[in-house]
C-alpha cells in the first residue's frame, strides 16, 4: 500500500483531490492511502507517508517541508496548478507514483 500524503493551507482544499485520486486508484487497482493536512500537521504526519505533495498555494514551504522529507526518507513536490486547479486526480496520483519510484 502507497501513503500518499497531501499537504495545503488549511487540509481541506484538498480533500476532493484526496476523493479524485482515491478514484482513480481504485480504478488502476492500487491499493493506497490518501490524506490531506494543514501545513502545520504536515511535519508530524510525514513520518507515516511515503510521499509529500504540497498544494501550489504553498509552494513557498517546500524548503521548509524538504528538511524533514529528507530526515524520515521521502520524496516531495508540489502540486502541478493545472491539475490542481482541474482536480485531476489521475494526474496528481500519477506524480505521486512517480515520486515513489513506481
Known amino acids: 500500500?502507497?501513503?500518499i500524503l497531501l499537504a495545503c493551507s488549511a487540509g481541506m482544499s484538498t480533500s476532493l483531490l484526496v476523493t479524485k485520486m482515491e478514484?482513480?486508484?481504485?480504478e488502476l487497482g492500487e491499493e493506497v492511502e490518501i490524506?490531506?493536512?494543514a501545513q502545520d500537521k504536515a511535519p508530524e504526519?510525514?513520518?507515516r507517508a511515503d510521499v509529500l505533495l504540497i498544494g501550489p498555494q504553498m509552494r513557498?514551504?517546500?524548503k521548509k517541508f524538504a528538511v524533514t522529507a529528507e530526515e524520515v526518507g521521502i520524496p516531495l513536490d508540489v502540486i502541478d496548478p493545472v491539475s490542481y486547479?482541474?482536480?485531476d486526480g489521475k494526474a496528481v496520483l500519477n506524480k505521486?507514483?512517480?515520486l515513489i519510484g513506481n
Open 1 to 3: 500500500m502507497k501513503r
Open 23 to 26: 478514484e482513480a486508484a481504485k
Open 35 to 37: 490524506w490531506a493536512v
Open 45 to 47: 504526519e510525514m513520518k
Open 60 to 62: 513557498f514551504m517546500k
Open 85 to 87: 486547479g482541474r482536480i
Open 96 to 98: 505521486a507514483f512517480d
